[in-house]
């Protein structure tokens, strides 16, 4: 009976939220409108009270509804960033999840260039310069340095002015920070990666400004290359000289 019941309240989980995606999806609700009350709703999908009301308990806490008092169940818009979290802990306990990730902030990244070069504005060129200039200021600290990197690519991605591009970096923000920041460590071993950071982010840079979507796209595919080709690095052992003898 208990297994019955589990399933029974699984299903009726299911039903309130295919409702509401379904709805969203076709427009007919928004943020700002207000749901049918708990016991239409339960008459409508067919499933207990309790059912709907945990349901849009579960909803709430994820920012979609927000059930307020004398009013009743009022559709919210949902704060994206909670998507940062949700990936940050998932991802995180997986083997080999950093390589994944870095795919997908390839794939992500390399289009968001491609449409900066078409749509960036001047606001989105002088968000761009301050990360650039950041990046040279905080060449040697790692964490300072890292989120100066990150902000860099975050603003190729902003300047693309593609809500989903936006949502998607925004949702990995957690691993990101720490992947840029595992390489700002590298710098000690690797004296040859000053140069290298504040030079490809510049071409980068130079690449957008002059709205040349392949040279950006080919100049940030090769950034990635190099610093992977620096980690591989790392891994053996192969530092440089220079430092090794400091």
């Known amino acids: 009976m208990e297994l019955k019941r589990a399933t029974e309240g699984e299903k009726g989980f299911e039903k309130v939220f295919a409702f509401l995606r379904e709805r969203l999806l076709a427009g007919s609700l928004k943020p700002g409108d207000r749901l049918i009350s708990e016991r239409e709703l339960a008459t409508l999908l067919g499933v207990s009270r309790p059912i709907v009301r945990e349901a849009l308990r579960a909803l709430t806490v994820l920012g979609i509804v927000e059930i307020r008092d004398r009013i009743g169940t009022v559709v919210t818009q949902p704060d994206v960033s909670v998507l940062n979290d949700f990936f940050t802990f998932a991802l995180a306990q997986q083997a080999d999840m950093l390589d994944d990730v ?75 920070t720490h992947s840029h920041r595992s ?26 400004i002059a709205r040349d979507p392949e040279r950006a796209d080919a100049t940030l595919r090769k950034h990635f290359a190099i610093g992977d080709e620096y980690r591989r690095r790392a891994v053996v052992g192969d530092i440089d000289k220079t430092s090794a003898s400091g």
């Open 102 to 176: 870095m795919q997908a902030r390839v794939a992500i990244e390399c289009q968001a260039i491609r449409l900066a070069c078409e749509r960036a504005n001047i606001a989105d060129f002088e968000r761009l310069q301050r990360a650039l200039a950041k990046i040279g200021e905080t060449i040697d600290e790692a964490d300072a340095g890292g989120m100066a990197d990150f902000e860099f690519h975050r603003a190729i991605v902003v300047a693309s002015h593609s809500e989903t591009l936006t949502v998607l970096h925004g949702s990995l923000a957690g691993l990101l």
């Open 183 to 208: 390489r700002r460590e590298l710098v000690q071993a690797f004296p040859s990666m000053k140069t290298y950071l504040i030079d490809d982010h510049r071409r980068i840079f130079d690449a957008i």
